[in-house]
């Protein structure tokens, strides 16, 4: 994490959790973004006029965004600079903890995270809600990239192999990332916590809000889950500004909400990064029982 964590980690591990909360966590580029607007929508009574009219980041706020800024930046984001002021609450975040905005929230609180459990209070598990999602690695990194690429704009100097190589080095904030999946994932069977794949929603989305349902104890038709599947497409999910908090118009094509798509990783690897990237996920899996739906341990084709 960035030194400035350091600053907020404790009051973060101690907060108070409510019974009424529903947390979300997730390794950044997760599909947190849409699991949020799902989660926000049942949980709401399916108000699209509400989620559109307000800001996911405000209906849905980070925990630790506050920890995340430098504290040379602090002061630019409220000048509002490179639009930053306006991405996912920082504005906000630059002038009082997101921890704090969040402690002093109204009750039923929606949180989202990209710490691990391990970070988080402990009685998380046996008091709320929480939902986890996990992706394929190799994925996240491409995402990840291109986030880097939406917000520091000219001042990323460098491609996506250079950002590769410390992705997999576990260099950047929130990795390691196999270690944060399976913190959740040992603990799936708990009665608070939901854990899905990001792969498993792109293949069949309505069968996993019937699930999310279920654990939120939420009822909804058919009909009606049709049409929330259809709000969250990523074609219409692109064009909602509430969810798509792009930094500006998007830049070199660029948007916070890109692709929604499972194996994208493949267009941006060469031959060398897939051995690497092989070797990354055979190496931090050995010994754990987590399984990635998209990778086979017995399948790997360069080692």
Not at 109 to 132: C, D, G
Not at 211 to 232: D, P, R, V
Not at 234 to 243: D, G, I, Y
């Amino acid at each position: 994490m960035p030194g400035s964590f350091k600053k907020h980690a404790e009051a973060i591990y101690n907060m108070e959790v409510r019974p009424d909360d529903i947390w979300v966590i997730t390794f950044p580029r997760s599909g947190t973004t849409w699991t949020q607007e799902l989660i926000w929508l049942l949980m709401n009574d399916l108000d699209y006029s509400t989620a559109k009219s307000i800001p996911l980041y405000e209906r849905f706020p980070m925990l630790e965004i506050t920890a995340k800024i430098p504290d040379i930046a602090f002061e630019l984001i409220k000048t509002n600079f490179m639009n930053l002021g306006n991405f996912q609450g920082l504005g906000a975040a630059a002038r009082c903890p997101s921890w704090k905005i969040i402690e002093n929230a109204p009750s039923p609180r929606f949180i989202k995270t990209h710490l691990p459990l391990s970070l988080l209070p402990p009685k998380l598990l046996s008091t709320a809600k929480v939902v986890y999602v996990g992706r394929d690695p190799r994925d996240v990194a491409v995402s990840y990239y291109y986030l880097h690429k939406m917000v520091a704009k000219s001042l990323l100097r460098t491609g996506f192999p250079t950002f590769w190589e410390a992705f997999r080095r576990d260099l950047l904030p929130w990795t390691p990332i196999v270690s944060h999946t399976n913190e959740a994932w040992t603990k799936r069977h708990e009665p608070n916590l939901h854990f899905v794949f990001y792969e498993d929603m792109i293949k069949d989305l309505p069968k996993q809000i019937r699930k999310m349902c279920k654990f939120l104890g939420k009822e909804y038709t058919e009909e009606q889950i049709k049409q929330l599947s259809e709000h969250l497409s990523f074609e219409s999910l692109r064009k909602n500004k509430s969810v798509n908090n792009t930094t500006g118009d998007a830049v070199n094509g660029v948007q916070f909400v890109r692709k929604g798509e499972a194996g994208g990783w493949k267009t941006h690897f060469d031959q060398k990064m897939e051995i690497q990237a092989e070797e990354f996920l055979v190496s931090r899996l050995r010994g754990l029982d987590l399984v990635y739906p998209s990778f086979s341990m017995e399948e790997t084709t360069h080692l």
